[in-house]
């Protein structure tokens, strides 16, 4: 499948893991980008892991060959319309929700 990619934290984990069948869809892609929330997310896991130095390297690694995509006003607009919408609809932003205004 061919195209564009915004990976997420469980497909780069996935990656990182040596997963071919996620390997093999990104191998077609045309470009494929990671939000900086998913960096500082992987940071995060590395630092509590029990073989934490190795796990930063590898995250290091993974960023310095990463198209990653740092929130800019745009994205911070886009995101308070999003939240806006949902809580007029009853439905709060949880989770990752919040790297959809990116995407849009």
């Known amino acids: 499948m061919t195209g564009r990619y915004l990976l997420d934290t469980n497909i780069v984990i996935g990656l990182l893991g040596g997963d071919e069948a996620i390997r093999g869809q990104l191998g077609q892609a045309a470009e494929v980008f990671v939000p ?37 006003t745009e994205v911070a607009r886009r995101y308070g319309l999003i939240k806006t919408a949902l809580r007029e ?5 949880t989770g990752e929700r919040h790297l959809g205004g990116r995407d849009r």
């Open 89 to 93: 609809q009853g439905r709060p932003i």
């Open 36 to 72: 900086t929330i998913v960096l500082g997310e992987l940071y995060f896991g590395a630092r509590k892991s029990a073989k934490w130095e190795e796990n930063v390297a590898r995250v290091d690694d993974f960023a310095s060959r990463a198209a990653v995509l740092a929130p800019d």
